[in-house]
């Protein structure tokens, strides 16, 4: 009996063992899930090994998006072509289009990958935090010290949200929303603790303190700033506004 056979036998025992339970008034077994045994559930998920190609596909992507951050790290979004993507990844620009559509969406993936790797630093910085407060200057603050070192990629996916078209606008708050939510959790905390006024614009508010956030980079592009200069700056700044909604 091969192995699709046996699991399908496996799951017909389990379902009529749950019915003879059940017509005997003694309910589900002590170990089913939903009157079928976890164990038996799992054997039946199909376990699929990779093939040559997709693995080969895959490698290929990841040395693109390797290429591709290296040089909007290096030149922006506008500085790096395919072409030359290509060519630090060692392949022909056709091989970059079956991988990714556009550029758009080559550098939506790397951001998103960012936001991503950046979310848990955040949400443990907000976790650990005693206030509304110290939950804002320490998520931000994560993402100060992440993003420092590589400023051009910042300012990038700063300056192409301002030439989005409506489909990949869409796809890059998509990304961003776990991090939008953080915030927005957190303020809306710092109400329901009575830190802030019961009265606030929760939204508005994420928006404000949004934007003083990304006012920082402009120093650190324009004036040399630290990840420790942007935040001991926006520490009074988080002061000023917050004073205005508190409790």
């Given at each position: 009996?091969?192995?699709?056979?046996?699991?399908?036998?496996?799951?017909?025992?389990?379902?009529?063992?749950?019915?003879?339970?059940?017509?005997?008034?003694?309910?589900?077994?002590?170990?089913?899930?939903?009157?079928?045994?976890?164990?038996?559930?799992?054997?039946?998920?199909?376990?699929?090994?990779?093939?040559?190609?997709?693995?080969a596909k895959q490698q290929t992507r990841e040395k693109i998006l390797a290429a591709a951050r290296e040089l909007f790290t290096q030149r922006g979004y506008e500085g790096a072509t395919i072409r030359d993507i290509a060519k630090a990844a060692g392949?022909?620009?056709?091989?970059?289009?079956?991988?990714?559509?556009?550029?758009?969406?080559?550098?939506?993936?790397?951001?998103?990958a960012d936001y991503h790797a950046l979310e848990a630093d955040m949400a443990e910085a907000v976790d650990g935090a005693a206030n509304v407060e110290e939950a804002l200057l320490g998520l931000f603050g994560a993402a100060y010290r992440s993003h420092v070192h590589q400023l051009p990629m910042v300012c990038a996916a700063m300056s192409v949200g301002w030439t989005r078209d409506p489909k990949t606008a869409g796809r890059s708050r998509e990304a961003l929303r776990p991090i939008v939510?953080?915030?927005?959790?957190?303020?809306?905390?710092?109400?329901?603790?009575?830190?802030?006024?019961?009265?606030?614009?929760?939204?508005l508010l994420r928006g404000i303190v949004w934007e003083v956030y990304l006012s920082g980079y402009r120093a650190a592009v324009y004036e040399g700033w630290t990840a420790d200069d942007m935040i001991a700056r926006l520490s009074q700044q988080l002061?000023?506004?917050?004073?205005?909604?508190?409790?």
């Open positions: 009996m091969n192995a699709i056979n046996l699991n399908v036998a496996g799951l017909a025992a389990a379902y009529r063992c749950a019915t003879a339970h059940r017509r005997n008034g003694a309910g589900p077994p002590a170990n089913s899930m939903t009157y079928m045994n976890r164990k038996t559930l799992a054997s039946i998920e199909p376990h699929v090994r990779p093939t040559r190609r997709a693995l392949m022909s620009t056709g091989a970059v289009f079956a991988s990714f559509a556009d550029k758009a969406e080559l550098f939506d993936e790397i951001v998103a939510d953080l915030i927005r959790n957190a303020l809306q905390d710092g109400v329901d603790r009575g830190e802030l006024a019961s009265h606030t614009d929760v939204r002061k000023i506004i917050l004073a205005g909604v508190r409790a």
